[in-house]
């Protein structure tokens, strides 16, 4: 066989079957509860939480809250691993990422279909829109330099725009979770564009920073 033929096929094989590391999953895994960590304390400490979650409507939207945060932040987590490795990227499915943004997209349009549509706009907005809009984004600050550090100390992205996108995504995800925490708006609505919308802000700032910092 000649050299370049074996090159070939090596490459072939390398890109079918990128190399396997659990080690990377564990330290993957830390670093996104070390970020939820950082998030929730950041979040209890400079906005406080809120009252009343003895009662029920409050458990039940921060469960809703707190389900659709985990959902994306395990999905991120789980293809991070993948895009973190030499040719990992080709099983990263985006459709799949984006289901819990698509579910409760579909939450919310039920939602609105059972309001009168001049109470819409209260139903989206609610009282503290902008609040949401800044916390969840600097919030994220933390957990995305954590998880970038994990990232460029145990992986080797080739595709430095998806893993960052995804580093982003990650972040910002542990970030909606510690803000529900402190978060008083109840509806469904609410959550699909505000905490839906600042995630992707998350995500695309993770990939617009990461052909930079996960350079190796």
Do not use: N
Not at 19 to 48: E, Q
Not at 78 to 94: D, F, I
Not at 131 to 143: H, T
């Amino acid at each position: 066989m000649k050299t370049d033929e074996l090159i070939g096929l090596l490459g072939t094989s390398f890109e079918r079957e990128p190399v396997g590391t659990p080690w990377m999953t564990r330290r993957s895994a830390l670093a996104v509860a070390g970020g939820a960590t950082a998030a929730l304390f950041l979040a209890l400490a400079f906005l406080g939480l809120r009252p009343g979650l003895t009662q029920a409507r409050p458990l039940l939207f921060l469960a809703l809250k707190v389900a659709f945060a985990a959902a994306v932040g395990g999905l991120a987590l789980r293809y991070l691993v993948r895009a973190a490795r030499p040719g990992g990227e080709s099983r990263v499915h985006l459709g799949v990422v984006a289901s819990p943004f698509l579910a409760v997209a579909a939450l919310a349009g039920v939602s609105l279909s059972m309001t009168p549509p001049a109470h819409w706009h209260g139903q989206i907005s609610g009282h503290t829109w902008l609040e949401c809009l800044v916390s969840i984004p600097v919030i994220a600050i933390v957990p995305f330099a954590v998880i970038t550090w994990a990232v460029r100390r145990f992986g080797a992205p080739t595709d430095l725009l998806r893993a960052g996108a995804l580093v982003g995504l990650s972040a910002g995800a542990v970030s909606a979770l510690g803000y529900s925490l402190h978060c008083m708006d109840d509806t469904v609505p609410f959550v699909a564009v505000w905490y839906g919308g600042t995630i992707a802000i998350c995500t695309l700032a993770g990939a617009l920073l990461g052909p930079r910092l996960l350079r190796w």
